[in-house]
């Protein structure tokens, strides 16, 4: 099954509501994946093995892996052109 690791800067709450949001994208529109919500300081134990990195923070780090942006999750602007990159790259 296909891996997307969500954090954020300070703790799980607000990566928790973007996993959860992208969870539920994902089963309207078909797709499995396990979606985890991690806190910043432990990604680097979680990335390994992951497919797609949804970063709620700004960074410059490269994990390897397709990254996507948190805040469009977590406002809703532009969050369909995020998750249609999302869905594209899961099914693939």
Excluded: W
Aim: glycine residues 8%; proline residues 1%.
């Amino acid at each position: 099954m296909k891996r997307v690791i969500v954090a954020c800067g300070s703790g799980v709450a607000t990566s928790q509501a973007v996993a959860s949001k992208v969870q539920r994208i994902l089963k309207q529109r078909g797709v499995e994946a396990d979606v985890e919500a991690v806190d910043i300081k432990s990604l680097d134990h979680y990335i390994n093995g992951a497919d797609a990195y949804i970063s709620i923070v700004k960074s410059d780090d490269d994990y390897g892996i397709p990254t996507f942006n948190g805040i469009a999750f977590l406002t809703g602007m532009g969050a369909d052109a995020e998750a249609d990159r999302l869905v594209e790259l899961l099914e693939s």
